[in-house]
């Protein structure tokens, strides 16, 4: 799909009305609740690239209480790896559904990870010469994903996207392109957050509990299209840029730490 394609499609929320500002009306308790939630943007703060984001102290120990307190129903939703995941929230390990549901920790330790597509190696080959005519891009390979982050080098937007929809054209039922915050990423068609969180909510530890859903870009739309359809509860984080099918609104990472505190009864 090209680029406009898939913006236009991000926008289009069919008809969902704007998301309410301010957590006054999200769930006080955790009674039933099931937690997924995105990392970059959403409990952490949005930093220069994916390797210079700052943990809170206090996180990793919040993240393990409120799983303690739901039973074991919280699960990482993100376009990062485990491994990343796992670095930078530790000690606690959660389950985690990583590069946008490609990996998967289940509960239980069990792991589901997606085979990296040979074709892969020969795309890298591509974006590296890219890279050195826009040497401040920065580059992830993900294994089973390829993402650009253009935070450093806006004006190298239009190359990034021509290329990707090359590459993704090259095999359009495998290959997907994916829109964030200052990236693009090319990922497998077969894997987006919403599916993982259906993967993840079949699981006996998240089964017959609400999802509590947050996150912060267009990759977490499909997300919420999932929780939505177990009477879910939905977050954006920040500024609405597009539109979402979020029903509520918290303006910044802090604010999602804070309610997660008064989740627990510890305050902000």
Do not use: W
């Not at 090259?170 to 993967?199: I, N, P, V, Y």
Request: proline share 7%; glycine share 8%; no cysteine.
């Amino acid at each position: 799909m090209p680029m406009t394609g898939l913006r236009q499609a991000a926008n289009d929320n069919g008809g969902y009305p704007p998301p309410r500002a301010g957590s006054s009306a999200l769930p006080s308790s955790l009674r039933d609740l099931a937690l997924f939630l995105d990392l970059d943007g959403t409990l952490l703060d949005i930093a220069p690239s994916p390797a210079a984001v700052v943990v809170p102290p206090r996180l990793p120990e919040l993240l393990h209480r409120l799983r303690v307190r739901l039973g074991g129903a919280l699960a990482i939703v993100t376009g990062r790896t485990i491994a990343s995941a796992d670095r930078l929230l530790a000690p606690t390990t959660l389950p985690v559904a990583g590069v946008h549901g490609a990996e998967v920790r289940f509960p239980d330790g069990r792991m589901a990870i997606a085979s990296r597509p040979p074709e892969f190696d020969a795309f890298v080959n591509e974006i590296q010469r890219l890279l050195q005519e826009h040497p401040r891009l920065f580059f992830e390979d993900k294994r089973t994903a390829l993402a650009i982050h253009y935070r450093a080098d806006r004006s190298a937007l239009p190359r990034i996207e021509a290329l990707l929809q090359d590459l993704a054209a090259t095999d359009s039922h495998r290959f997907a392109l994916q829109a964030g915050k200052m990236a693009l990423e090319l990922r497998l068609a077969a894997t987006d957050k919403g599916r993982a969180l259906t993967e993840l909510g079949a699981h006996p530890v998240f089964r017959d509990r609400r999802p509590l859903v947050i996150g912060d870009d267009l990759a977490d739309e499909t997300m919420f299209l999932a929780a939505a359809v177990h009477r879910g509860v939905t977050v954006h984080v920040g500024a609405v840029a597009q539109r979402t099918v979020g029903e509520f609104l918290l303006p910044d990472a802090a604010a999602v730490r804070s309610y997660l505190a008064s989740l627990l009864g510890a305050g902000a």
